[in-house]
Nanobody, 124 residues
Framework: QLQLEESVGGLVQAGGSLRLSCATS????????MGWFRQAPGKEREFVAA????????YYADSVKGRFTMSRDNAKNTVYLQMNSLNFEDTAVYYC?????????????????WGQGTQVTVSS
């Protein structure tokens, strides 16, 4: 059974930073693109960032561009999301997911395995 496990999120003040990680049990982890999504209360789950199989191509949502950095370590079967300059609008449950594709995509339907999610709360 494929598993994706996000690190514990947390509470951070506006302007602060937080790094999330997502470890997977995928034997062929380096074959697939990976993504981060988030869901705020009462809102749809939205795309945050995606990275291709090698880490050479990374896409970001406009709302996080310049503040968030996604990376991956294929030797550790882990992806990361470094979040800087956090603001209240970043408060959400964050999910990592595995894409069916090699290339990164913002289409939620292209992701077939999801983590359980981790809460990130930004206080003003």
């Amino acid at each position: 059974q494929l598993q994706l496990e996000e690190s514990v999120g947390g509470l951070v003040q506006a302007g602060g930073s937080l790094r999330l990680s997502c470890a997977t049990s995928i034997a062929t982890f380096s074959t697939y693109a990976m993504g981060w999504f988030r869901q705020a209360p009462g809102k749809e789950r939205e795309f945050v960032a995606a990275i291709n199989w090698s880490g050479g191509a990374i896409y970001y949502a406009d709302s996080v561009k310049g503040r968030f950095t996604m990376s991956r370590d294929n030797a550790k079967n882990t992806v990361y999301l470094q979040m800087n300059s956090l603001n209240f609008e970043d408060t959400a449950v964050y999910y990592c997911a595995r894409s069916r594709l090699l290339r990164p995509t913002h289409f939620r339907g292209e992701y077939d395995y999801w983590g359980q999610g981790t809460q990130v709360t930004v206080s003003s």
